[in-house]
């Protein structure tokens, strides 16, 4: 069974750029994550979705971040314009509830490079 | 507010011993704990995880413990093997969350031959 799928694997930029990254989950894996991690921190959720619905996106910077799922499978994080700050990686996770519980599965991420 | 914490960045652990890791939380809604291990440039790879109606799992050469008075839980692995060199979070998840998940800050582990 394929993993979650994410590109581009790496990226940089200059800031004020935009960029996007895409996820394609696992199939049949109706929740999509998107994670942030900074260097030597653990990742933090910026939003999840549920099908095509984001189910929580409070985390997500709405100034200069926004995300779609259409067709609640492949996902898009775009970043506009992009700070120096923004340098991490970015990493989607995809979850089906079984038994009760939920276990999230993470793809390689994306490195980005704000320069 | 880091309500999940590793406090140990590293450990070293030679070839064929135990590894203990430990994880302390400070919000008692938690009901459910994993680990994830990650090797360099991959995403964290799912490990073993806990209810908080169990105080033990158990899963090959994994092993997890939850202690919910103390808000610590700890993940051991006997024996290590060099291919357990990698970082491991901790991380934990409320009822009613939307399966947020609060990962620590991760601890990285070195099994030395």
């Known amino acids: 069974e394929a993993g979650v799928v994410q590109s581009p694997r790496y990226k940089i930029i200059e800031k004020k750029q935009p960029v996007a990254f895409w996820c394609n989950p696992i199939s049949g894996h109706n929740t999509l994550y998107w994670y942030l991690q900074n260097l030597g921190q653990g990742p933090e959720l910026l939003i999840r979705y549920e099908n095509e619905e984001a189910v929580d996106d409070s985390q997500l910077p709405k100034d200069r971040f926004s995300a779609e799922r259409l067709k609640g499978v492949d996902s898009t994080l775009k970043i506009q314009p992009a700070e120096l700050g923004d340098s991490a990686v970015y990493l989607c996770a995809s979850s089906q509830r079984t038994g009760g519980v939920e276990t999230q599965y993470f793809g390689p991420g994306t490195r980005l490079l704000v320069l | ?113």
């Open chain 2, 1 to 113: 507010d880091q309500q999940v914490k590793q406090n140990s960045p590293s450990l070293s652990v030679q070839e064929g011993r135990i590894s203990i890791l430990n994880c302390d939380y400070t919000n008692s809604m938690f009901d459910y704990f994993l680990w994830y291990k990650k090797y360099p440039a991959e995403g964290p790879t799912f490990l073993i995880s806990i209810s908080s109606i169990k105080d033990k799992n158990e899963d090959g050469r994994f092993t997890v413990f939850l202690n919910k008075s103390a808000k610590h839980l700890s993940l051991h692995i006997v024996p290590s093997q060099p291919g357990d060199s990698a970082v491991y979070f901790c991380a934990a998840s409320a009822p009613g969350s939307w399966g947020k998940l609060q990962f620590g800050a991760g601890t990285q582990v070195v099994v030395t031959p």
